[in-house]
């Protein structure tokens, strides 16, 4: 059974960072493609990060590029967003999600597969 367990979300100042972890069972990370969407509150999920299941190159939306980076550790099967220079505007549930027959994509839509989310607040 594939699973995700999203971890690491949390609430700090603007300026801040945190590292989500995105743990999978059920499959190897490599062989699926891997995203980071997050959702604010009245706002539609948008992507954040996702990555090529070939080689792990990342994409990111302009809103983060700079600022965050997605990686993966084979060993322990978990994707990581790194996100530092935090903005209020980060404030957002955020989900990592895979996909076995995607090579990568941004489009939250094709993705069957979804941790739970994981809650991060950003304050001024």
């Known amino acids: 059974e594939v699973q995700l367990q999203a971890s690491g979300g949390g609430s700090v100042q603007t300026g801040g960072s945190l590292r989500l972890s995105c743990a999978a069972s059920?499959?190897?990370?490599?062989?699926?493609?891997i995203a980071w969407f997050r959702q604010a509150p009245g706002k539609e999920r948008e992507e954040v990060s996702c990555?090529?299941?070939?080689?792990?190159?990342?994409n990111y939306a302009r809103s983060v590029t700079g600022r965050f980076t997605m990686s993966r550790d084979k060993a322990k099967n978990t994707v990581y967003l790194q996100m530092i220079s935090l903005r209020p505007e980060d404030t957002a549930v955020y989900y990592c999600?895979?996909?076995?027959?995607?090579?990568?994509?941004?489009?939250?839509?094709?993705?069957?597969?979804w941790g739970q989310g994981t809650q991060v607040t950003v304050s001024s």
């Open positions: 999600a895979a996909d076995r027959y995607l090579i990568y994509s941004s489009e939250s839509y094709e993705y069957d597969y």
């Open positions: 059920g499959f190897a990370f490599d062989t699926f493609a």
């Open positions: 990555m090529d299941r070939r080689d792990g190159t990342t």
